[in-house]
């Protein structure tokens, strides 16, 4: 993303020159916080500043990269080195996640030194744009926006929007106004004195196209054959987790399905899936596409890495998950997350794969459990509402 880009819905010229008495009960302005680290998080922006839109008229939005407060080369390195560590050495990136989740003294060490590595940066950002209310999508902004309020004393109406289906501590903060989450249990992963008070319910923070094509009329816009039985194996924007040896698995699979294998911006899996030569109507390639919506819709399972909004996207549809070797961390957390409500299916290798995938395709009991389940997590659910429900901190103020 990048630095300070802005979206004005038409109309924020007049509202600017109206008068305070006149002006709307909701904010002028917005900053979110938000990082490139995969795609998720970014995309969560994308959808809050899609909902504000339509809430908030005339409200002025900056989607700004929290890592991006430390320069640009450093954003771009640090975003390098979560990809490597993730490919390379996930077992790093295990243990700090565990340690995270199982000690508070490291847990509050790390917010410590992230909140103030990035709050002391932020602090002449927010001065020099002076928003009516900050939202976070990614946890070090929500550090640093902790650290502002303790060490700083601003009070500038804060959110930090969860997107992701399991709340380690990092994301956590007493001092953050409110805080949506995406399960009801999230509090007790947070271990945080003061943040269930201040915690909501919200919706998927996903493009209001999910969920809103049915799946023959998918298959027509894309040409699938309505009675095959499709799996979407993807690993986000980065093409994480063994993807590779799922398509390849699946294609060689005695159960016949079609397989719609999406690549992201992994050029190299990509090229490497269509060098197996298969026909499409048995494995489909793609790279990064911006038609996820329909991939999904026209799918009957989604088979993916368990971490992102991947996740929240295929639950949005709503589709059964296969969790496929899920990602160190935040994949096996949102993972247990999902199956604890019949949302998911775990596979830590490709036998569990292939047998899930068997599964799911002849037992149409567990196909329409798992279908209803989905349906029930996002019924009630809109961006929109969770939005509408930050109006009143605007109209408050934050809390002293």
């Known amino acids: 993303m990048s630095t300070g880009e802005m979206e004005i819905v038409p109309g924020v010229a007049e509202a600017e020159e109206r008068s305070v008495a006149a002006a709307p009960p909701y904010p002028a302005r917005v900053l979110i916080l938000s990082a490139e680290m995969g795609e998720g998080h970014n995309a969560a922006a994308a959808a809050l500043t899609t ?31 979560y990809g490597f560590q993730m490919k390379s050495a996930p077992v790093t990136y295990e243990v700090f996640y565990d340690w995270l ?39 070090f902004g929500s550090a640093a926006l902790q650290w502002l309020r303790v060490h700083r004393g601003v009070h500038i109406p804060t959110v930090t929007y969860i997107p992701a289906l399991h709340v380690h501590p990092l994301w956590a903060y007493a001092g953050i106004d409110q805080t949506y989450v995406m399960y009801d249990t999230a509090h007790v992963h947070a271990r945080t004195e003061g943040f269930e008070a201040r915690m909501r319910l919200g919706a998927p923070p996903v493009r209001p196209s999910f969920g809103t094509v049915g799946k023959d009329e998918a298959r027509r816009r894309l040409e699938i054959d309505p009675a095959a039985f499709v799996v979407l194996v993807t690993g986000g924007a980065w093409g994480l987790g063994g993807i590779d040896r799922a398509v390849t698995a699946l294609v060689e699979a005695p159960t016949p399905v079609q397989i719609l294998a999406v690549c992201g911006k992994n050029g190299a899996l990509a090229a490497d899936l269509r060098a197996l030569g298969q026909p499409r ?28 909004v991947t996740v929240l996207e295929a639950l949005r549809t709503p589709r059964p998950t296969i969790a496929f070797n899920p990602l160190a961390g935040h994949g096996k957390a949102s993972t247990a997350e999902m199956i604890r409500r019949d949302l998911a299916l775990q596979a830590d290798d490709v036998p569990a794969l292939v047998a899930a995938v068997a599964r799911l395709a002849t037992d149409p009991e567990l196909y329409a459990r798992m279908e209803q389940a989905g349906r029930a997590w996002v019924e009630g659910r809109d961006l929109r509402e969770s939005v509408r429900e930050m109006t009143v901190l605007v109209q408050g103020g934050a809390r002293a």
């Open 51 to 81: 909902a504000i839109a339509d809430v908030w008229p005339g409200c002025e939005v900056e989607r700004f990269d929290t890592l991006e407060l430390r320069g640009l080369p450093f954003a771009r390195a640090a975003s390098w080195g």
């Open 101 to 139: 989740c199982k000690f508070d003294w490291f847990a509050d060490l790390s917010k410590r030194a992230i909140g103030s590595f990035f709050g002391r940066r932020l602090e002449g950002f927010i001065a020099d744009r002076r928003p009516d209310l900050v939202i976070s999508t990614y946890p």
């Open 281 to 308: 109507d048995r494995l489909a390639v793609f790279d990064y596409v911006d038609n996820m919506h329909e991939l999904m819709a026209a799918a009957d399972v989604i088979v993916t890495n368990g971490a992102g």
